[in-house]
């Protein structure tokens, strides 16, 4: 591997380890204060991976790039580290439901229960929906869906902030680069 290439994968990585890390911190103070599941503070949480993305994909940009980057880069970069903060934070739900608060599993089948009653939802089939949540419920399911959210949330945020961040260069010098 080339010492660029690798420079590159080593800035991706530690991006998705430091925007993991934010929204895994968000996650611990939001769980001490009693509402991991419902609590307003979890709108933080996009605030907080929005910030990082940009800034993570500005440096990237400059530190890594050379001061240019496509709109495509730009997106790409930040769903790959997204992905890389979807593995940390599904982590920490895999950890808080098999090992330090199991009881949580209980917690989270409860609200939402209560979301989909005040939806509408009759009581009876909020009853029958009773094992799709348990099932949602489930460490793995969480872990593999935290994955998901941080992909799909890297996407909508990188759509929007390649446009801000996106800077061309010449032509010919980006197409020798990806020869050399």
Avoid at 21 to 40: K, W
């Amino acid at each position: 591997m080339t010492e660029n290439k690798l420079n590159k994968t080593q800035f991706i990585l530690s991006s998705g380890a430091k925007l993991g890390a934010a929204q895994t911190a968000l996650l611990i103070i939001i769980y001490l204060g009693g509402g991991l599941f419902v609590s307003p503070f979890l709108m933080l949480n996009w605030v907080i991976f929005a910030v990082l993305i940009s800034v993570f994909t500005q440096k990237y940009r400059d530190q890594v790039l050379g001061g240019h980057i496509s709109y495509g880069k730009c997106l790409g970069f930040g769903v790959r580290i997204s992905m890389y903060s979807g593995i940390i934070t599904g982590f920490f739900y895999f950890l808080m439901l098999q090992v330090f608060d199991p009881g949580l599993k209980d917690v989270f089948i409860a609200h939402s229960e209560e979301a989909m009653l005040a939806t509408g939802f009759s009581e009876s089939y909020v009853e029958k929906m009773r094992d799709s949540l348990e099932m949602n419920a489930n460490p793995w399911v969480l872990f593999i869906s935290s994955i998901i959210d941080g992909i799909f949330k890297g996407f909508i945020v990188g759509l929007i902030t390649s446009i801000f961040i996106k800077r061309k260069g010449d032509p010919f010098q980006e197409a020798m680069q990806d020869v050399q």
